[in-house]
């Protein structure tokens, strides 16, 4: 039998999604029983300890006893377990310098580590995740700051809604000017951010008509792979070789920047990635662009002016068009920046039941397979070693590498 404990998160600031739901921890013990599942006590999560004891779950202070440890965001390295197999949302496969000590621990204490974002199909596909809920909550923050920035209309604080249910009701009646907000990426964030335009009534048109009509009511644009980048030589794009030669593309975002009002940024990014833009565009005339929700939040990432992480409760700073500096918000001479980390955490519960199932269809049974090709691909750490696959991590984790 695997006792799978569900840990306390502890990284700051607080999120209190989880892995898995009361209801299905309940699930998954009646249908498989090979699976045993502690909680570690919490006073914070979405879900009360009260909730996990009635599903069947025990109710634990530490998790010493369970061999798979599932958790959400980044475990601080104090309290990092020996030899146990952990599974979360690590953030160390970009060599992300405030997660280097992580890394170091893990390997040190001869753990295994198990990465949701590096679970992936053959073909690259991401498996897991929570990006459709980071797109419906930045797609959201995005139109309410461009509200609250011209006073045209107004939208509260998703977290302040019960569910998705009840905040989709504030849509109803909503009046949006006739703006046009481009849409970057083709993935889960990028269906969570129209799924938001669709109910705002936003509607959506071709690259065409967005770049050459005016139009009397709200518009968004889709941009994907094809109609961001182009290679240097023959202008062409082919989706296998970008991803392997990206340094060999250049932007084709610029030619929306006068067109746009909102950016709605959910594309993936790496720095040998083009940027959407390079920072020295904002300074130009024609940069019409006044709110960009960074999404996918890389700091100095695909949109350059990301200038670093908000919080949930203070979530959008501006940026001076001319020193590009950061600043209050909503000032003429600024641009509005949303950049947060944790996203879905305004919407928990729905957030963590849908990751949940995720978890259940596709990668439960795999933890019980030894040699699971998906298991495989995602395990960054095995028993304190480095994969072959994340072998270029290894000056990293020794420290060499900055």
């Not at 030899?83 to 970009?94: G, I, L, M, Q, W």
């Not at 310098?97 to 690259?124: A, S, V, W």
């Amino acid at each position: 039998m695997i006792t799978l404990g569900l840990i306390r998160e502890e990284k700051i600031p607080a999120d209190n999604r989880v892995a898995l739901t009361p209801a299905q921890c309940k699930w998954i013990m009646r249908h498989h029983p090979e699976f045993s599942i502690k909680v570690q006590t919490s006073p914070s999560r979405s879900f009360l300890d009260a909730e996990y004891q009635r599903s069947g779950a025990e109710i634990v202070e530490n998790l010493n006893d369970c061999q798979v440890i599932l958790g959400i965001k980044e475990i601080p390295p104090a309290l990092i377990m020996e030899n146990k197999t952990y599974v979360f949302f690590s953030h160390t496969r970009k060599k992300q310098p405030y997660n280097q000590r992580l890394l170091q621990t893990i390997i040190e204490k001869k753990c295994t580590l198990i990465d949701y974002e590096c679970m992936e199909h053959e073909d690259g596909q991401r498996i897991i995740g929570f990006g459709f809920f980071a797109g419906i909550v930045g797609a959201h923050n995005g139109v309410m700051v461009y509200g609250n920035r011209t006073g045209t209309f107004h939208l509260g604080r998703v977290f302040e809604q019960r569910d998705f249910k009840e905040l989709i009701h504030g849509y109803f009646g909503l009046k949006i000017p006739n703006i046009k907000i481009a849409v970057t990426g083709s993935g889960r964030v990028a269906h969570g951010v129209l799924e938001v335009m669709n109910l705002m009534g936003i509607i959506e048109v071709e690259k065409d008509e967005y770049l050459k009509r005016s139009f009397t009511y709200p518009v968004y644009v889709q941009l994907k792979g094809a109609d961001l980048y182009r290679h240097n030589d023959d202008g062409s794009y082919k989706r296998d070789h970008f991803h392997t030669h990206p340094q060999e593309y250049i932007s084709c975002f610029p030619e929306f920047i006068p067109h746009t009002d909102i950016l709605m940024n959910g594309i993936y990014w790496d720095s040998n990635v083009p940027r959407l833009f390079e920072a020295p565009a904002v300074h130009e005339k024609n940069f019409n662009i006044s709110v960009i929700s960074d999404i996918t939040d890389d700091s100095h990432g695909s949109v350059p002016v990301n200038l670093g992480d908000q919080t949930i409760d203070d979530p959008v700073y501006g940026v001076d068009r001319q020193t590009l500096v950061k600043t209050a918000p909503y000032l003429d001479t600024s641009i509005d920046i949303i950049a947060v980390g944790n996203l879905p955490n305004e919407l928990p519960r729905d957030a963590s039941k849908y990751f949940g199932e995720q978890l259940i269809k596709y990668i439960l049974g795999d933890l019980l397979v030894d040699g699971s090709d998906i298991i495989e691909r995602a395990t960054i750490v095995k028993q304190g070693k480095l994969t072959e696959r994340f072998g270029y991590l290894e000056e990293y984790a020794a420290g060499i590498d900055n």
